[in-house]
């Protein structure tokens, strides 16, 4: 695996974002969860895909749930898994292989994202750890915006903060 770094510039074409909810395309964004938050949290090694498959499973559990996945002519580079709540859809996972990073990935699934979500004329959320630089940036270059909403993760015991996206 590479470490691509916040610096690297997209080398390609931005990739093709597809709706997909089927079993591989489960098992390649947990592969995506495990590697990228291992290097986002410092850790040795990812935990195996299967570990990380009933968070995103339990995610596609609700009503509405959508797979996003973004993709190269090789291979899924990035994942979000959005759910229409009452007012507003709410972004419960995005990642990026964390050999993508800084190729624009996360750039075209948000992106995607915010036009999926005009059609529904329904505002955006997310909660990100507010200690993660990297996400942060990329969704405050995105034009979302930071609320004053913070909650503690159990797991973790990390401060999430909110972020909107009006349109």
């Not at 770094?5 to 489960?26: E, H, K, L, M, S």
């Not at 797991?155 to 903060?161: F, I, N, P």
């Amino acid at each position: 695996m590479t470490n691509a770094g916040p610096w690297r510039r997209n080398q390609g074409a931005d990739p093709a974002v597809v709706i997909d909810g089927g079993t591989n395309a489960r098992l390649s964004a947990a592969s995506m969860w495990a590697r990228a938050t291992a290097l986002r949290d410092g850790l040795p090694q990812a935990a195996p895909a299967g570990d990380k498959l009933p968070g995103i499973e339990a995610a596609l559990a609700y009503e509405g749930a959508q797979l996003f996945l973004a993709q190269t002519a090789s291979k899924s580079v990035g994942f979000a898994v959005v759910v229409p709540r009452e007012i507003t859809t709410e972004v419960l996972y995005l990642a990026v292989d964390p050999e993508m990073w800084g190729q624009g990935v996360g750039k075209s699934l948000l992106e995607f994202i915010r036009r999926q979500a005009q059609q529904s004329s329904k505002d955006l959320e997310l909660w990100v750890i507010e200690d993660n630089d990297r996400a942060v940036q990329t969704y405050e270059r995105a034009g979302w915006t930071r609320t004053q909403d913070v909650k503690v993760r159990n797991d973790s015991g990390r401060v999430e903060r909110r972020y909107t996206l009006s349109h």
